[in-house]
Nanobody, 126 residues
Framework: QVQLVESGGGLVQSGGSLRLSCAASGRTVGSDAMGWFRQAPGKEREFVSA????????AYADSVKGRFAISRDNAKNTVYLQMNSLKPEDTAVYYC???????????????????WGQGTQVTVSS
C-alpha cells in the first residue's frame, strides 16, 4: 500500500504562485499514473491535473490549463503541481492520488484512483 503526503499549500494573494508536492512512500509510484484533485467547501471533488507513469503525457482541467503544470520525479517518488496566476476560485483542499493501470494512463474521475493523500489547503485571497 502506498502512502501519499501532500505539502506546499498555504495562503497566497490573487495572481500569486504555489508549488504543491506529493511524496509517496511504502512503494515506488513509478508505475502509477498520478493525479491532483481539489475540493472546495460544499462542492464535489474535481479533477485538476494528471500525469502518466512515464511523465510523457499530462492532462488538465480547462479551468487551470495554462496556469498549472504537473510534473514528477520518479527518482524521488514525488509529484508536483506548480500553480501560477492563482485566483480566488482556486481555493480548495488539494489532493494527490495514484492509479495503477496496465498502460499507465490517467483518469479524469476520482473513482479511477486507488490511493489518496490527506490533502493540503490552498487559499487564494482577492
Amino acid at each position: 500500500q502506498v502512502q501519499l503526503v501532500e505539502s506546499g499549500g498555504g495562503l497566497v494573494q490573487s495572481g500569486g504562485s504555489l508549488r504543491l508536492s506529493c511524496a509517496a512512500s511504502g512503494r515506488t509510484v513509478g508505475s502509477d499514473a498520478m493525479g491532483w484533485f481539489r475540493q472546495a467547501p460544499g462542492k464535489e471533488r474535481e479533477f485538476v491535473s494528471a500525469i502518466t507513469r512515464s511523465g510523457g503525457s499530462t492532462a488538465y482541467a480547462d479551468s487551470v490549463k495554462g496556469r498549472f503544470a504537473i510534473s514528477r520525479d520518479n527518482a524521488k517518488n514525488t509529484v508536483y503541481l506548480q500553480m501560477n496566476s492563482l485566483k480566488p476560485e482556486d481555493t480548495a483542499v488539494y489532493y494527490c492520488a495514484s492509479r495503477r493501470s496496465i498502460f499507465g494512463g490517467v483518469s479524469y474521475v476520482k473513482e479511477g484512483y486507488e490511493n489518496w493523500g490527506q490533502g493540503t489547503q490552498v487559499t487564494v485571497s482577492s
